[in-house]
């Protein structure tokens, strides 16, 4: 049976294959960095020009019926994979210098056309030198390449069976030198970044939840404040109820397609809490549906939703982290400051690698799927977790351990100096800490300072 492709008018098709040009460039990023009549740097201008440029040719590239069908189903599973491929696939056609629909009509006629097209065009990308001075992009850009390609033509029924090898597939170059946060960098961070900000940063390294819980590519939904059953309003104020507080992340926010829970640190609390009374004192009525996350600073939604988008959302975390700190990447650094301290937290038996693969959204093992991933667990279960989660805040909470030397050394410091008192300088305390109560109260001080004195007595005697 012949198939029948759509007229194609996003693309000139009279231009030729670009087979032999091995290091066309593209003109979508621009790459110089200009200055207006007052010398100001204009990189904001041409970061948004670039933006919108992005926009228009997205638009065009989706103008096409089939591309736009292909695009659509891909998304119904993942906004953000859609998005990747129709941008790796974009770039693809436009180096070769082809629409989406002649490659297609390439496939069908013969596969091995396009099998010697990905593998030249993997030869190049090995070739190609970068803006970090390395040679050839990274092998996972490669495999991306080569998966999106075969997505498209499968749309058309058409398998590329060959093997197309990438050199070192699994391996990172990109990664090898990324540093792994400090807890002193991210109390840093915190303190610097904006309130609502320092919260989001304070969800993914305390929390462990990815950039799309607090807000989904499409920005049409997020977490919400129903999702925080330990929250509550109470005298048009907000409060928590239990520590440590759960977040309910639900199934159209996961990433693994199931519902999950995890906890907040005190530091996330306390962000959370002064976030959402900052939203209220602003005039934004908190109700079961409410974003965590508000699109406006200032709570005055003028948008047509209310949530922040995943790009924006890892976009103001990576401008707060920025210059800063450049060894490790924003948002994936935070989650991997999570993951790293609850592996420390399991060497020393605080909680169990179940319940940290649940935490982080995982779907772990086949134990899993038959526990915590089934629907409502049982309230037993939640409060053992609630029980780990809080064994592992002395380990998670980057602030929680200097609060805790600063409260012992306060205890040490009045230790030694009842140690050091005199009789009668116990006599004046316990006067002092009996003014104003009842008599019943000033009796019992009378006994003890009684004892107290026996004590004494004693005690002088023995050593005479």
Known sequence: MKMTLEQDTTYDNTKELNTRNMFYLSDEVPTAVGSDSMGTITAQKLENNTAKNNTRKKQQFLSNPSVRRWYENLARKSLNTANAYQRRLRLFCEYHQMSPMQLAEIGMKDSKVVSDLLIDHIAMMEKKPMKDGRVGHS?????????????????????????????????????ENEKLPTAEEMEELISRSPLRTALIIAFENQSGVRPEVLGNAAGDNGLRVKNLPDIAIVGGRATALRTPPMVIV????????????T????????????????????????????????????????????????????????DSTRPRFTEWR???????????????????????????MFWM?????????????????????????????????EILDFRYNRKEDELTKQKDE?????????????????????????SSVQTMRSRELGAVGNTSETFQAGRS
């Open 139 to 175: 092998p996972q850009t490669m495999t991306g390449v080569i998966k999106v390609v075969k997505s498209w033509l499968k749309e058309f029924d058409v398998e590329i069976k060959r093997k197309i090898n990438v050199k070192n597939a699994t391996s990172t170059p990109t990664l």
């Open 250 to 261: 639900p199934k159209t926010l996961s990433k693994a397609g199931h519902e999950y829970l």
């Open 263 to 318: 906890f907040l640190t005190p530091t996330a609390t306390s962000l959370l809490i002064t976030y959402l009374n900052d939203r209220i004192l602003c005039g934004d009525v908190l109700g079961p549906n409410s974003p965590v996350i508000a699109q406006s600073k200032h709570c005055k939604v003028k948008k047509k939703s209310p949530f922040l988008t995943t790009p924006s959302i890892c976009k103001v975390v990576s």
């Open 330 to 356: 924003s948002n994936y650094g935070h989650r991997r400051f999570f993951d790293v301290q609850m592996i420390i937290a399991e060497g020393q038996n605080r909680v169990s690698h179940n319940f940290v």
């Open 361 to 393: 959204g995982h779907s772990g093992d086949i134990e899993s799927t038959y526990t915590t991933n089934k629907g409502i667990l049982p309230p037993r279960l939640v409060e053992e977790m609630r029980a780990a989660f809080n064994r592992c805040i």
């Open 414 to 438: 009045l230790k030694t100096k009842i140690s050091s008192m005199g009789i009668d300088d116990v006599q004046m305390l316990l006067r002092i800490l009996s003014d104003g109560k009842s």
